[in-house]
């Protein structure tokens, strides 16, 4: 019961935050100050937390702190490199057969990469959080505490999210279904890890974290960033924003005490 309580909290943000950017027609102005915020908070959020707990979460599987940095560091510069070779790939592929729409495609590139970091990120947030709820019966408060640090992110991840389906002229529709969809990775990741706690334990959290900050990484720096400032007279009120994302993230952080995977 507790579970199911906690998934449909998780779903009812998560839908929350992801509709607000579909609640009406933005104009171009206010849709890349949007994208300044999510650029700052992709930034904050890789440098605040994923990345930092990925060494705690390599520290406390038994490494060393020297040993355990320079390896969560080695996979955000995978998850980096994956991530940019990916956008490569496909863009080249989309501007042979299109040459006349390369913003286009460009702003679906940027969500694609949005995608794929926000889902990482999400996918450990539900192991993590089924791992808690199991962990709870000796320790009442744990399941409650991960749960406050997701629901504290998961509204502003999906708008910073939708935000970028906006930027990329998805349909309303299939944007909303987009952000359908990815609400449920968290559910089905928590579902999975509280059913199979044994299997999770041996799973590398700590790697994946640092992949998810690499692609974190990548996406508020190379796709989101320069978008932010693609309006020049604009650039003073977008970098503002920016660190207000950034901001967003570490008071956030502060509220739930770091506390995330542990």
Same mark, same amino acid.
């Given at each position: $019961?507790?579970?199911?309580?906690?998934? %449909?909290?998780?779903?009812?943000?998560?839908?929350?935050? !992801?509709?607000?950017p579909?609640m009406?027609r933005?104009?171009?102005s206010?849709?890349?100050?949007?994208?300044?915020?999510?650029?700052?908070?992709?930034i904050g959020?890789?440098? %605040?937390?994923?990345?930092?707990?990925?060494?705690n979460?390599?520290?406390?599987? !038994?490494?060393?702190?020297?040993?355990?940095?320079? /390896?969560?560091? $080695?996979?955000?510069?995978?998850g980096?490199?994956?991530?940019? $070779?990916i956008?490569?790939?496909?863009?080249?592929?989309?501007? #042979?057969?299109?040459? =006349?729409?390369? =913003?286009?495609? #460009?702003?679906?590139?940027?969500?694609?990469?949005?995608?794929? +970091?926000?889902?990482i /990120?999400?996918?450990v947030?539900g %192991?993590?959080?089924g791992?808690?709820?199991?962990?709870s019966?000796?320790?009442?408060?744990?399941g409650?505490?991960?749960?406050?640090?997701?629901?504290?992110?998961?509204?502003?991840d999906?708008?910073?999210?939708?935000?970028?389906?906006?930027l990329?002229?998805v349909?309303?529709k299939? +944007?909303?279904?987009?952000?359908?969809?990815?609400?449920?990775?968290t559910?089905?990741?928590?579902?999975?890890?509280?059913f199979?706690?044994?299997?999770?334990?041996?799973a590398?959290?700590?790697?994946?974290?640092?992949?998810?900050?690499g692609?974190?990484?990548?996406?508020? $720096?190379?796709?989101?960033?320069?978008?932010a400032?693609h309006?020049?007279r =604009?650039?003073?009120?977008?970098?503002?924003?920016?660190?207000?994302?950034? %901001?967003?993230i570490?008071?956030?952080?502060?509220?739930? +005490?770091?506390a995330?995977?542990?």
């Amino acid at each position: $019961m507790e579970l199911v309580l906690y998934l %449909l909290a998780i779903i009812v943000v998560s839908l929350i935050g !992801g509709a607000l950017p579909y609640m009406r027609r933005w104009g171009s102005s206010n849709l890349h100050y949007f994208v300044a915020i999510s650029a700052g908070v992709f930034i904050g959020a890789s440098f %605040l937390i994923l990345i930092p707990e990925a060494i705690n979460t390599l520290i406390e599987e !038994g490494g060393d702190v020297h040993d355990a940095v320079s /390896h969560a560091l $080695m996979w955000v510069m995978i998850g980096f490199i994956l991530l940019l $070779m990916i956008e490569i790939i496909i863009k080249e592929r989309h501007e #042979k057969k299109c040459r =006349n729409h390369t =913003n286009e495609h #460009k702003h679906k590139l940027t969500s694609l990469a949005a995608f794929t +970091g926000l889902g990482i /990120h999400s996918a450990v947030d539900g %192991l993590a959080l089924g791992a808690a709820i199991v962990a709870s019966e000796s320790n009442s408060e744990l399941g409650t505490v991960v749960l406050l640090a997701i629901l504290a992110h998961k509204a502003i991840d999906l708008f910073s999210l939708s935000t970028t389906f906006c930027l990329a002229d998805v349909p309303r529709k299939q +944007g909303l279904i987009n952000i359908g969809l990815f609400t449920l990775i968290t559910p089905i990741a928590a579902i999975i890890s509280f059913f199979a706690v044994d299997l999770i334990d041996s799973a590398p959290i700590g790697i994946l974290m640092a992949l998810a900050g690499g692609t974190f990484t990548f996406v508020g $720096m190379y796709d989101l960033l320069p978008e932010a400032f693609h309006e020049k007279r =604009n650039n003073y009120k977008a970098y503002a924003l920016v660190v207000i994302g950034i %901001l967003l993230i570490f008071i956030l952080n502060m509220l739930t +005490g770091g506390a995330h995977t542990h």
